[in-house]
């Protein structure tokens, strides 16, 4: 005998002009109001909401676009890269190995400057099965030519979909551009969201229209990736190269001009709490980002003179503007969820990041990598235990090392 | 409008949309092939070319391009999924009025590697969908030209190449058998229209183009196309070995189309395929046993092929 239990339908209390969403469905949400025309999904946790609401959506009529389901990420990623190339608007996603079985797809559409945007909710790398959150899909992709940005929430989530329609269709950059939405933490948690609304989106996002689309009506394109390396090989990169230059000013713009539409304003590159006359920091991305506030925030209370830093842009990497917040800083950590394994001083790509962009200051902070690896959700005490760390730094004891594995069970050796 | 098929070689259209700016070697058949084909396509055709000898060797090198209408690169694995995304986006732009409606043909051109390798999956996937004017070519020159002659899923029994050299020990090359690609398209319930050719009778290939094209869904042709590199033959001997590969019965002619099988052509009398061996030097190590064991493989299958025929539908003719 199976026993019954009756299904009690959660309770959400909506604040009017708002809807309890999870980023998953928030996202899908976005790609409706940015009126995409090819959707291409392929399954594969946690990201997989997102294609499943967008899909719910299209069988009730709610817009109108393709949705190809692939047999493979490899496909997915060729499906929009081609789909966007001939001038339609795409959408796309995927986690983890998911990601990295489209890889040589995601290389032609950095180096095809084809404004794809797709999200990748990010997962651990890979014993299967480990839904966990880690950056080590996601970061594989930082030098293909990807813009990428990085939610805290799943309001954020949202915003940050639209703007990047219009950041990589800007034909200043014409670069594809994903969104990294730390799985589970934002695409399966339900918060309040002012939904994006689309008379606003059509006036914010102009039309998508690329040059020289595959397309007769443009004449004979031919458009090729592979030209002998002596001709316009260096060529190409440099262009792309610059085009990351020129996103920092469209980026800039967007989000202004996203805040006068919508009213919610976002620092673009960098928002920093508490940093005024901070003596310590930890930086970071993504949601947890909220969890290291709310710490920095009660440490302040008993006179600790710390603050944050979220960095929401991962390429193109605001390492100026980063460097200023930091130049006065005694000590700084970086909370991380990616990690290279024999890399300089055993840390993980982002604490690369922070240590180029500081190396050239007189005076920097002490850099320390805080690392949250393998999936295992870390907690407010290991957040905590990271500022403690900094603090003794600061107080002149030297570290004994450059990372520290906070949630590592056994001796951090 | 739908195109119209070619009634006459003496009046087929001067244009061409696959002309000069190619570096393919002298008597290579696969760009013969994409010349007929792009010829019957007309101009309203958007070419779409996984990488392979038709990717690699037709143009790019000196910033040049064969190509008279819009032609994109896909990755090797990529030929299902690019065809795909183009004419979704098509589809699309046409159905949300933000492009004008009109027939658009797209055409995938993929070597065997591309296609009944790597790319076999994406190109399932493809054939699984229902959109119209997208055409599979299949351009089998049966070996990855383009790297240097490895043996592909479509490298026949018997032949050298660079992965499946003879040997002292291993002394008949390629011993796998070749995999017919129009049989694997014919298995997918949505495909509207399937069919073999060659680059001879030049005719057959130009509308069974036009007739996939038409055919209202996905379609897939595969082309036998001599390769002189891969396959020691002499450049003039291209045609001939397309012609003698039909008259040998080793390479069957043959359409499927809304569900019903038909034969092209029977040859009659049959010729022995020694003759179209003879003028390979992949073959050249075979001793006359290994022939004559290729020649019963062909006696063997043939009369399934003449059964097929008679029923309209397909039935699996290998046997050995």
Known sequence: MCARTELIPPVSKEKPGYKVWNGARAIAEAVKVADVDVISAYPIRPYTGIMNALAKM??????????IIADSEHSQFEIVKHASATGARTFVGSSGVGLLYAFEAVTATGLGSV?????IGTRALDDPGNFGMEWTDIMTTRDLGWLISWPRDVQEATDM?????????????????????????????????????????????????????????????TKAMHIAPSLIGTEQRKVIDYSFKRSMDVIVEAWNDFSKYTGRKYPPFIESKNMENAEIALIGMGAYMKDVEFVAENLRKEGIKIGTVRLRYLRPFPA?????????????????????????????????????????????????????????????????????????????????????????????? | MSLEEFRNIKKLPSEDYYTAGHRTCAGCGPALAYRLVAKAAGPNTILIGPTGCMYVANAHQFLTSPYAVPW??????????????TAA?????MEKKKRKKEEINVIVFGGDGAMADIGLSGLSMGLSYD?????????????????????????????TTTFTPEGSLKRIGNERY???????????????????????????????????????????????????????????????LSRLAVETGLWILWEYSEGRFKLNYRPNPRRHVKEYLRLQGRFSHLDPEDIERIEKMVEEEWPYWEESDKIGKIIIPFIH
């Open chain 1, 115 to 119: 404004p794809v945007v797709g999200v």
């Open chain 1, 58 to 67: 299209l069988a009730d009529g709610e817009f109108k676009a393709e949705i």
């Open chain 1, 161 to 221: 979909t639209i703007v990047a329609y219009r950041v990589a269709e800007d034909k200043r950059v014409l670069q594809p551009h994903f969104i990294a939405v730390d799985g589970a933490a934002i695409t399966h948690v339900s918060a309040p969201v002012i939904p994006p609304d689309k008379e606003t989106v059509a006036e914010f996002l102009p039309p998508y229209d690329p040059p020289y689309r595959i397309d007769p009506e443009e004449g004979a394109v």
């Open chain 2, 178 to 240: 070749k995999k017919n690609m129009a049989l694997f398209a014919a298995s997918h319930p949505n495909i509207k229209y399937v069919a073999t050719a060659t680059l001879y009778p030049p005719l057959d290939l130009m509308n069974k183009v036009v007739r996939a094209l038409n055919s209202g869904g996905p379609s897939l042709i595969n082309i036998l196309t001599p390769c002189p590199k891969g396959w020691f033959s002499e450049p003039s001997d291209t045609v001939i």
């Open chain 2, 131 to 159: 959109f119209e004017r997208l055409l599979y070519i299949v351009y089998d020159n049966e070996a990855y030209a383009n790297t240097g002659i490895q043996a592909s899923s479509t490298t026949p029994w018997g032949a």
């Open chain 2, 72 to 85: 994109y690169h896909t990755q090797l694995g990529g030929g299902g999924a690019a065809g795909i995304g």
């Open chain 1, 320 to 413: 100026e503007e980063l460097s200023k917040i930091l130049e006065d800083v005694q000590s700084a950590g970086v909370i991380e969820f990616a990690f290279s394994y024999g890399s300089p001083y055993r840390t993980g790509p982002l604490y690369h990041e922070l240590a180029t962009s500081l190396y050239h200051l007189d005076k920097r902070p002490k850099l320390l990598d805080f690392l949250f690896l393998g999936g295992r959700e870390p907690r407010t005490e290991h957040f905590k235990k990271a500022a403690e760390k900094l603090i003794d730094i600061k107080n002149g004891n030297l570290p004994e090392k450059r990372a520290y594995w906070l949630t590592l069970r056994g001796e951090d050796i």
């Open chain 2, 89 to 93: 986006a098509l589809r699309a732009l």
